[in-house]
């Protein structure tokens, strides 16, 4: 990725449908060239919208979106130089794979040889070389996401947007997709905006991930800092497993906070967004921050839980607990040994260190 050149830049967009309702509200974001930009949220969220006012496929109802340097707004879609893959494939079924994906150069007039040229450069860079003569429906489903996406990419446009392109595909085959989009990504550097409900996915593929939720981002970052560094509480239930106790803060100096969770329980944690002593606050902790049966004095919190279920994953054992109240505080114990001596039922200790939990808004209501 080349050193952060904005390469399109949304202004102050809103966007409504009914003239009352905003699903965008007054969205600013920029986009580096050549980076791997998700717009990752819940059904409704806004990111969908966002993605076909930059295609061109929906207009903006105030604000400017702006492409290498200049607006785009009054621009059509087929002038904007935007490659597209859509989440139904949208192939045309009389045609076979080679045509399908010269379609867009005929589009432009390129001529056969050059033609010929880059949809079998095309067609080997998604290893599909030698499908040319077939048609979509001779094809599996991930066969022909791929033709979508050599479909996107054969005329070398500016920048490619993917709209939920795995959501049809069963789980491995997805998951095989997803490491495929990413390495021709990073293989010819072209800018791509992905959007998806699928936070693992986000993670994965991303250079940098926007949430939506609402019509509004509500963090913009790297896929590591808003797993270990959420902003709010949303962001910190929608990207991974988190643990959330809801309380009231009873100190509050800088960085650090004591909070009074349910049942006179008190946790240590850092403030990250919170009002001040007296306010709600939601704690973030990941299952995978808490120890069971920690070493005596290594951890500033330290708690009773009782075991409530055990469910094996191979690598780890998924334990949810009744912690602080919540029945359903996850802990994941790392199978390192191959073996954990922990049973239901049974009464364990529970610690975790203050860093490790983050203070953020209350919960809605």
């Known amino acids: 990725m080349s050193e952060q050149e904005v390469f399109v830049q949304f202004k102050d967009v809103?966007?409504?449908?009914?003239?009352?309702?905003?699903?965008?509200?007054s969205f600013n974001l920029d986009i580096y060239r050549g980076e791997f930009l998700t717009m990752l949220g819940p059904s409704g969220s806004?990111?969908?919208?966002?993605?076909?006012?930059l295609a061109g496929f929906e207009a903006t109802t105030h604000g400017d979106i702006i492409l290498e340097g200049r607006s785009i707004n009054n621009l059509p879609p087929h002038r904007r130089d935007i490659g597209?893959?859509?989440?139904?494939?949208?192939?045309?079924?009389?045609?076979t794979v080679f045509e399908n994906i010269a379609y867009p150069l005929e589009m432009r007039k390129v001529g056969k040889d050059e033609t010929a040229r880059r949809v079998a450069g095309a067609l080997d860079m998604v290893q599909l070389g030698g499908f040319g003569h077939r048609r979509p429906g001779q094809l599996s489903g991930g066969q022909q996401q791929r033709v979508a996406v050599a479909r996107a990419l054969v005329f070398e446009p500016k920048i490619v947007l993917m709209d939920e392109p795995l959501g049809a595909l069963d789980r491995q085959l997805r998951e095989q997709m997803q490491y495929e989009i990413r390495h021709i990504h990073e293989s010819i550097g072209v800018t791509v905006v992905y959007v998806t409900h699928d936070q693992g996915e986000a993670l994965t593929m991303s250079n940098r991930i926007a949430v939506f939720n609402d019509g509004v981002v509500q963090q913009l970052a790297s896929p590591d800092k808003l797993y270990q560094e959420p902003?709010?509480?949303?962001?910190?239930?929608?990207?991974?497993e988190n643990n959330a106790l809801s309380g009231k803060v009873i100190e509050h100096d800088g960085a650090r906070c004591t909070v009074e969770a349910e049942g006179g329980?008190?946790?240590q944690a850092v403030a990250i967004n919170v009002d001040g002593t007296g306010s709600r606050t939601t704690i973030s902790l990941r299952p995978e921050r808490v120890i069971i049966n920690p070493p005596e004095g290594s951890v500033p919190n330290l708690f009773d839980g009782r075991v409530e279920e055990l469910i094996f994953h191979g690598d780890h054992l998924r334990t949810r607990l009744n912690v602080c109240g919540h029945d359903d505080f996850i802990v994941k114990v790392p199978n390192s040994a191959g073996h954990?001596?922990?049973?239901?039922?049974?009464?364990?200790?529970?610690?975790?260190?203050?860093?490790?939990?983050?203070?953020?808004?209350?919960?809605e209501g």
């Open 340 to 363: 954990v001596d922990i049973h239901t039922g049974d009464t364990v200790k529970v610690g975790w260190q203050s860093t490790d939990a983050r203070a953020l808004d209350a919960p």
């Open 14 to 25: 809103q966007k409504s449908y009914d003239g009352e309702t905003l699903v965008v509200k």
């Open 265 to 267: 329980h008190i946790v």
């Open 84 to 95: 597209m893959v859509f989440q139904n494939y949208a192939l045309f079924p009389h045609m």
């Open 231 to 240: 902003a709010n509480a949303f962001v910190a239930q929608f990207i991974g």
């Open 46 to 53: 806004g990111k969908t919208t966002c993605l076909m006012m």
